[in-house]
């Protein structure tokens, strides 16, 4: 009797509990249903306000750059949409690396022209339009003529995978050399970023000491203050991912279950959380 009781009680509680992994794809479906809702209407509201400015400064062009990223990216959420509620790949392997690339591509092209951003504002720096267009050519060349074609001829190719399956390249993480990249990666991501905080920090406290207390009725001050809204997205968007791709380097091997992989998909959907930023700026803006 004892034992009939202790197991009603377990499997009552068992069917009252959520099953992990659905409800790791019910949060990974909802992320990317708001960013591709509130990432579209951001690109799209940006867009309209670039045109009616029709400004052709350094930042417009930055900023230009970030909408075109953010669109390629918000292309591909519904095929990860199909893949999560799906749960069943059914685009075909290359689609597959191709879907999985833009997210890597995105994040850290996207981090680069934020980079951009808040170097020229904390040193007032002033460039011609064509050195700037040079540039952030530059920058669209090498991405898509070297390094997505080296990343989708290389990323998933050393394992087997099944072809119902996407997004679960853990064996290729564990190979020495993408360990060594994606230790790299975290290094200048973290590095560059904490330098770049700690700076723009100084500067806001200087300028609030200088101007207070009517502080946000200078131009100078709300300047710093929209690149360190730059800094906060990423601080809360790309800073997580990297401090778990830490953890989860280190202990992939032992991951035999793979339980760590879906955590891991979660902060990598919360990268592309950044595009938001241009729906919240205008926000900003229009306070």
Known sequence: MLNNSITQQNHSSNETLPNTP???????????????AGGTLGVIMMSHQLFQRR??????????????????????????????ILQEWKFGRFACKLASAIIYLHMYTTFTFYVAIIIIRLFRLEFRKCYT?????????????VVAPALLSNYGTSKTYHSSECFQFHKEIQDAPMVIINYCMIGILVT????????????????????WPDVNSHVEF????????????????????HIFRVYYIQNCHLDKDHKLLPYNEIFLALTTMCCLDMLF???GIAH
């Open 55 to 84: 400004s052709q400064s350094v930042m417009t062009i930055i900023i230009i750059s970030l909408l075109v990223l953010h669109t390629f990216m918000l292309l591909s959420i519904p095929f990860r949409l199909s893949y999560y």
């Open 22 to 36: 659905e409800m790791l794809h019910t949060i990974l479906t909802v992320l990317y249903i708001i960013e591709l």
């Open 222 to 241: 709300r300047a710093q203050a929209k690149s360190f809204f730059f800094i906060l997205v990423t601080l809360v968007c790309f800073m997580p991912h």
């Open 192 to 211: 560059v970023c904490a330098v770049l905080t700690i700076i723009q920090l100084f500067v806001m406290y200087r300028l609030a000491v200088k101007y």
């Open 281 to 283: 700026f205008i926000a």
């Open 133 to 145: 267009t040079t540039w952030v050519t530059a920058i669209w060349l090498v991405g898509a003529l």
